[in-house]
């Protein structure tokens, strides 16, 4: 994981570090450090913990440096303590590098350098990559950074700064992300596009084994074998305001509050008149269930995989194949039957969480098909996948996934309808009554919206609880995981989802008059049976809080402790409109236990180690 940054031009290299790294700590906050030419000189700072740490520190220093190097990092080799936080240098203390990524064949490469001599003084694989460039180095720094990155295994982007090589900055990447940007004042290396928003006005992404040089009047790309290539350069157009909090306390209330426009935005593009079209994907419509795909998966991890499960639920109903959701971690180690009639759909909000890579290859090689489902442009996810599908969700910055995760739902549950109505499961004349509900749903979010202030009383309830049950049935239960581990990610209480007919085979034990349980009750699917089941937690003294699209019902009104009432909704679109109060819920639980709402403690939103 870890976010990079560089720059070199004619202004103030530190705030433009400083405030870069801040932008991409979504990519790992437990240490950070930047490096820069202060009179020539290299400048090493380094600090455990987040980037506003680092700049407590820089901030009684006066530094006058126009080029240099940051990195926020989430450990992996090497606790994050500052002797392991990035930049690490050479024996001289003359280069110095920032690496996202892991050197696999670090251990072997060390003991090589550590018999040549080399000094050692951190537990990272990084600073080998420090001692691998001072050995190749013969006066040309991006000779030396392409000769050891050539000996590296695994994956890496990585930026290098040289006292004897001021004027530029070499970078090279493979596996992990690298951007390119120009500005007016210099240029910028990153690790995403938001680092440099407002200071780039043009980009460009690095491809897989280029190496480039990056200096303040542009740069030069050159592949591996040291061919120079033509940069494709192109103009930023992500809006600077969608990375700023916009009078929201925290990015992650900006986003769930932007969900009627995300999902908005997702379905526009998608639904016309009499259907719904994914032309990106035309090639899947020629396959017939009979003749083509006899099976789909849907892997991804986190968030993604509970939008995955949903999915899972709708698409086995509408498609009549077998669906399976699979945690992309699991998927490439069990022998699942994979072959040219295996659909995948790898689903990420990042396109670069390593594990959803990993399993994407693995069906790729067992000869599937594979569509990325990203909100992300450009990602490796979308390279390495058949073809790739968006969700418009917009840039999200708090960990925590909110607005990318029902952009995610709608996607999916839109791509179920164009699959079955391709392979003739749903007949033309019946495709305008399945759209309907989509166009009313960004609507139907803001209305769930408007309920915030009985969620937050809900929330001073029950945040000092020290355990949350959420119950659910059907395309519901994966809404119920997510609330959970909503919760459980941002407010750090112990939350478990069940399907609720699952309760009574064990969690039904944890069930006293402390335990808050969640029940989300549709009158679409299994309403009385889910009425059983809080009767038997009401039977226990639990505490119901029911959230529920038939809130005048008599039984559930007797039953319950507390309602949320949600708009009575076709079912296909019912798990966006539920996940709302979940998502809030989490949200105001954590803001009164004062938690880190949008960098909560040990996570990463990136997560590109396996
Ligand atoms: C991390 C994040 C989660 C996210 C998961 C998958 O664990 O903290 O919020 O759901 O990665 O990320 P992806 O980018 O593949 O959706």
Request: aromatic fraction near 6%; hydrophobic fraction near 45%.
């Amino acid at each position: 994981m870890c976010g990079i940054i560089g720059y070199v031009g004619t202004e103030a290299a530190v705030p433009l570090l400083l405030a870069g790294l801040q932008r991409l700590e979504y990519r790992g906050y437990d240490s950070a450090g930047i490096a820069v030419l202060e009179n020539g000189k290299m400048a090493v700072f380094r600090r455990a913990g987040k980037v506003e740490e680092l700049a407590r520190e820089i901030g009684r220093e006066t530094i006058d440096a126009c080029v240099g190097i940051g990195h926020t990092r989430w450990a992996t080799h090497g606790a994050p303590t500052e002797e392991n936080a990035h930049p690490h240098l050479d024996c001289n203390g003359k280069i110095a590098v920032v690496h996202n990524g892991i050197i696999e064949n670090f251990r072997a490469l060390k003991e090589r350098l550590a018999a040549a001599g080399h000094v050692f003084r951190s537990q990272t694989d990084t600073e080998t990559l420090a001692h691998l460039i001072e050995e190749h180095n013969r006066g040309d720094i991006l000779a030396a950074v392409r000769l050891a990155v050539s000996e590296a295994e695994g994956a890496y982007a990585l930026a290098v700064l040289s006292e004897d090589d001021p004027e530029r900055i070499i970078v090279a990447r493979k596996g992990s992300p690298l951007v390119l940007g120009k500005g007016k004042t210099g240029s910028f290396v990153c690790s995403d596009i938001p680092a440099i928003l407002g200071n780039a006005s043009d980009v460009l992404f690095l491809a897989e084994g280029e190496v480039a040089e990056v200096r303040s009047t542009g740069f030069r790309v050159f592949s591996r074998d040291g061919e120079e290539r033509e940069p494709k350069i192109r103009p930023v157009t992500i809006d600077p305001f969608s990375i700023q909090k916009g009078g929201y306390k925290h990015f992650m209330a900006k986003e769930i509050h932007e969900q009627p426009r995300a999902v908005g935005e997702t379905i526009r593009e998608r639904i016309h008149p009499d259907g719904v079209g994914f032309p990106e994907l035309g090639f899947l419509g020629d396959q017939s269930t009979e003749a083509g795909f006899a099976r789909v998966y849907l892997v991804a991890c986190g968030t993604a995989y509970h939008a995955a499960m949903t999915a899972e639920y709708q698409w086995e109903t509408l498609l009549g194949l077998p669906v399976q959701a699979v945690i992309a971690s699991e998927f490439r180690h069990r022998d699942i039957p994979v072959d040219p009639r295996t659909l995948v759909i790898a689903v990420s909000q990042s396109g670069e969480t390593i594990d959803t890579l990993v399993a994407t290859r693995r069906a790729k090689a067992g000869g599937a098909k594979v569509v990325a489902l990203v909100n992300t442009v450009n990602s490796a996810l979308e390279r390495e996948s058949d073809a790739a599908v968006y969700t418009r969700a917009g840039i999200e910055v708090g960990v925590a996934a909110t607005k990318t995760f029902t952009a995610q739902l709608a996607a999916l549950s839109l791509l179920g309808l164009c699959l079955a109505r391709a392979w003739g499961k749903i007949l033309p004349q019946d495709m305008a009554e399945r759209i309907a509900p989509f166009e009313l749903l960004p609507a139907r979010i803001a209305t769930v919206l408007g309920l915030e202030k009985q969620v937050v009383q809900l929330a001073e309830k029950f945040y000092t609880a020290s355990d949350f049950l959420f119950l659910a049935r059907g395309s519901l239960y994966p809404i119920a995981l997510e609330g959970a581990l909503k919760l459980k990610e941002i407010s750090y209480i112990h939350a478990e989802g069940y399907p609720a007919g699952e309760m009574k085979h064990g969690p039904i034990a944890l069930i006293d008059e402390r335990m808050p349980v969640v029940v989300l009750a549709t009158k679409r699917s299994a309403y009385n049976k889910t009425l059983s089941n809080i009767e038997e937690v009401r039977a226990r003294n639990g505490i119901v809080i029911a959230i529920t699209d038939h809130p005048d019902d008599e039984a559930i009104l007797r039953l319950s402790n507390h309602i949320i009432p949600i708009p009575d909704s076709e079912e296909i679109v019912i798990p966006v409109l539920y996940t709302i109060p979940l998502q809030l819920l989490a949200y105001h639980v954590a803001v009164l236990r004062g938690t880190d709402v949008d960098q909560p403690r040990n996570l990463a939103k990136t997560v590109t180690v396996e």
